[in-house]
Structures are given as structure tokens and as C-alpha cells.
């Protein structure tokens, strides 16, 4: 498995406010997602990060509102832009060392906007 | 496009005994990987246990197991033996060999353990 870790760990921030999470993993890694869980649903992926380009983005999720880069094989930042409540939830990175392992994810990050 | 459906929201057990979690998903595709995963209060989410499709051997780790059945698309969990730690959210989760190699989720079952 990978070991992953996500900063911040939680936060609360005010509406109309910018949130950049960081994923940083151990080792090199083939592909790295983004996840978001609102409060009592499942995860519904966002993005997928690719290293060197843009992100390929999933329907109902767009680049301004969730910009996302992925500088190099390890790390990866996903910014939750102008926030308003509808997006207190809990954001997960995940990763995938080759295409035939498993996908294993981050600790999360608890984002409360007001 | 893949769907995955948990139709129990909720079950409990008592502390020692076993339990099954229901799971059914549908695809055209015909090699996939299924998994379980688990999610305690902490929200981190932990691999329980992952199934290849072109497997006929159902999937064993320790006292957790899983029962599936291809045709009937189903990926049942079973947790022998239950314990108070194994009381959290459980997704069942599908992702396809080509492509873009994202998970789809289930809405997850909640487990409790009653001591």
C-alpha cells in the first residue's frame, strides 16, 4: 500500500473563500483522484489529476469551481474555489501505484464553510 | 455506464456473530474488480477485501469473505465473528479494467456491533 497524507486535516471557512487541499503521497504513483463525500452520502469522484496536464474532470464538476494540479508523480493540490455551504464535505485524495493494484486513499479533509 | 446499489442502509449484529452485506452492480463489461471498502468515525477509508472478476474463487481475508456471483452480478460480504471494531460504514465499489480505472460506490451500509 501507499501512504498518503492530506493537509489540512480539517477546516472552516468562510463563503466566497478559497481552499487549497494537499495530497502528498510516499512514492510515486501511476494515477491520483479526488473524491468528495457530503454529509451521509457516498464518495462521488471529482476529478482525476494527470500529471503534467489538466485534469480530467467529472460531469458536474468543472475547473474553476475545482481547480486541481499535479506537479510531479507524488503530490497533487485540489482548490475548492468561492465555497458557499453546499460545499461542506469531506474531500479524499486517493492514488493507484499501477493499473493493476488497488486504489488506497487519504486520511480526508473536513471542510465546514459558513 | 456502471452503477453500484447497496440496499441495506443499515444492519446489526451481535458482537460474535456473523453477518452478510448485500451488494449488486451492473456493467457490460466483462473483466472488472470489485471491492469492499470500510469507513470508521475517523472517515478514513480502509481496503477490507478486493475481488477479481475473472476469479471464480471468492475472495478470503481473515474472517472476512465474500460471495460472488457473476452472472447474478451480486458481491455479498460476509464478516465472521464480529467484533466492536468492525462496526463503521461499508461501500461496495466497482472499478473497469480499460479506461479511466475510477471507483464507482455504493450508498454504503451502516454496521453496528451490539456488545
Known amino acids: 500500500s501507499a501512504v498518503i497524507s492530506q493537509k489540512p486535516s480539517r477546516d472552516i471557512c468562510q463563503r466566497g473563500t478559497s481552499l487549497t487541499i494537499q495530497c502528498q503521497v510516499d512514492?510515486?504513483?501511476?494515477?491520483m483522484f479526488w473524491y468528495r463525500q457530503q454529509p451521509g452520502q457516498s464518495l462521488t469522484l471529482i476529478a482525476t489529476?494527470?500529471?503534467?496536464?489538466?485534469?480530467?474532470?467529472e460531469s458536474g464538476f468543472v475547473i474553476d469551481k475545482f481547480p486541481i494540479s499535479r506537479p510531479n508523480l507524488t503530490f497533487s493540490t485540489l482548490t475548492v474555489s468561492n465555497m458557499s455551504p453546499e460545499d461542506s464535505s469531506i474531500y479524499l485524495c486517493?492514488?493507484?501505484?499501477?493499473?493493476?493494484?488497488?486504489?488506497?486513499f487519504g486520511p480526508g479533509t473536513r471542510l465546514l464553510v459558513l | 455506464a456502471q452503477t453500484v446499489t447497496q440496499s441495506q442502509p443499515e444492519m446489526s449484529v451481535q458482537e460474535a456473530e456473523t453477518v452478510t452485506l448485500s451488494c449488486t452492480y451492473d456493467?457490460?463489461?466483462?473483466?472488472?474488480?470489485l471491492f469492499w471498502y470500510k469507513q470508521p468515525p475517523s472517515r478514513q477509508m480502509i481496503l477490507v477485501i478486493r475481488?477479481?472478476?475473472?476469479?471464480?474463487q471468492n475472495a478470503t481475508e481473515n474472517r472476512f469473505s465474500v460471495n460472488f456471483q457473476k452472472a447474478a452480478k451480486s458481491f455479498s460480504l460476509k464478516i465472521s465473528d464480529s467484533q466492536l471494531g468492525d462496526a463503521a460504514m461499508y461501500f461496495c465499489?466497482?472499478?473497469?479494467?480499460?479506461?479511466?480505472?475510477?471507483?464507482?460506490f455504493g450508498q454504503g451500509t451502516r454496521l453496528t456491533i451490539n456488545p
Open positions: 512514492s510515486q504513483v501511476t494515477m
Open positions: 486517493s492514488v493507484v501505484r499501477d493499473y493493476q493494484e488497488t486504489q488506497y
Open positions: 465499489a466497482y472499478r473497469g479494467i480499460q479506461g479511466a480505472q475510477k471507483l464507482v
Open positions: 489529476a494527470n500529471q503534467g496536464s489538466e485534469a480530467t474532470y
Open positions: 456493467t457490460s463489461e466483462s473483466d472488472y474488480y
Open positions: 475481488q477479481e472478476a475473472y476469479k471464480q
